[in-house]
């Protein structure tokens, strides 16, 4: 079993920045894809970043693309998320997610993860 703890959210303004993270513990991580999603009410969750094990691929949603930067640290069992250039429309809880089989792609499908953290919440205002 992987726990996932996310940090960092928060209340920031429209053009600032904020920094998320992930710790993962109970198993090592570091052989997995593992990718950000977020989500607001009523609507489902969705990707908006993954990295592969070795940090050899990331991919970001259209959205976030050129203003978010997700990395991770194998060594601690950490993930990151820096949020930059935030708009309001970036507000949602964000959750971390682990997928648990040996692959180098990043799926955007949140059903193929099997650990989530329970989620910070960030907001923006304009």
């Known amino acids: 079993q992987v726990h996932l703890v996310e940090s960092g959210g928060g209340l920031a303004q429209a053009g600032n920045s904020l920094r998320l993270s992930c710790a993962a513990s109970?198993?090592?991580?570091?052989?997995?894809?593992w990718s950000w999603f977020r989500q607001t009410p009523g609507k489902e969750r969705e990707f908006v970043a993954g990295?592969?094990?070795?940090?050899?691929?990331?991919d970001y949603a259209d959205a976030v693309k050129g203003r978010f930067t997700i990395s991770r640290d194998n060594a601690k069992s950490m993930l990151y998320l820096q949020l930059n250039s935030l708009k309001p429309e970036d507000t949602a809880v964000y959750y971390c997610?682990?997928?648990?089989?040996?692959?180098?792609?990043?799926?955007?499908?949140?059903?193929?993860?099997?650990?989530w953290g329970q989620g910070t919440q960030v907001t923006v205002s304009s």
């Open positions: 990295i592969t094990w070795n940090s050899g691929r990331t």
């Open positions: 997610a682990l997928h648990w089989k040996l692959i180098v792609t990043i799926p955007i499908n949140s059903n193929e993860y099997t650990y």
């Open positions: 109970g198993r090592p991580v570091n052989s997995y894809t």
